[in-house]
């Protein structure tokens, strides 16, 4: 019986320049070094960023305004602060919002220390008599006090004179009863020493 050998598939020989052959390594390298970075990385778990929602955020306070009011409006911010706090008061009132119109600012009329200088000065003129001349000088100094909590020194009042009030207007939740409005308006007269026609008094949510 007669065997039959048969020969087995055998790859062709490429042959490559010496310059291709480098280009090739070089290309193969840099393929195999990609490979195992990216096996690395998917190797290696991602840090999750977790954002709370429910963390309260910080807030920043504003920057205090600097009051640019000028004296009357002061006085006036004053005075409507001061009636609100004693208006709240009367039972049935709620809330109060009150404003109020000057005239005019308040003035201070301050201590002061005065010092007089007298002096006196005799002239001798051509017809042989004397003639008497007084110098007066008088001059004035501030009193002053240091404040309560050391932050100073302020002059000494001794006498205020109230600015004079133009109107008044009071907006009081109670308001709407006639009897609390009554008695807003006799409250508002007593305090500052005004005519009723110099107030006014309505219904409303106040403060």
């Not at 220390?113 to 100094?141: A, F, P, Y």
Request: proline residues 5%; charged residues 20%.
């Amino acid at each position: 019986m007669e065997v039959k050998k048969t020969k087995g598939f055998k790859m062709p020989e490429i042959k490559l320049p010496e310059k291709h052959k480098k280009v090739l390594l070089i290309a193969l390298l840099v393929l195999g070094i990609g490979m195992l970075l990216a096996s690395y990385r998917s190797a290696v778990p991602s840090e999750e960023v977790r954002v709370n929602v429910n963390e309260p955020s910080v807030n920043v306070a504003p920057a205090p305004v600097v009051s640019n009011a000028s004296p009357i409006t002061q006085a006036e911010i004053a005075l409507e602060q001061r009636l609100e706090g004693i208006l709240t008061q009367i039972n049935g009132v709620g809330n109060v919002s009150v404003k109020v119109v000057l005239r005019e600012s308040p003035e201070y009329e301050y201590a002061v220390n005065v010092s007089t200088t007298e002096r006196s000065i005799t002239e001798n003129d051509q017809s042989g008599g004397n003639r008497l001349t007084l110098d007066t000088t008088e001059t004035g100094q501030l009193v002053l006090v240091r404040s309560a909590n050391n932050a100073g020194e302020a002059p000494v009042v001794v006498k205020k004179t109230k600015p004079e009030v133009v109107g008044v207007l009071v907006v009081a939740q109670g308001a709407s009863n006639p009897m609390v409005r009554a008695e807003l308006t006799r409250a508002v007269q007593t305090l500052l020493g005004i005519n009723i026609n110099q107030v006014t008094v309505v219904s409303g949510d106040g403060r």
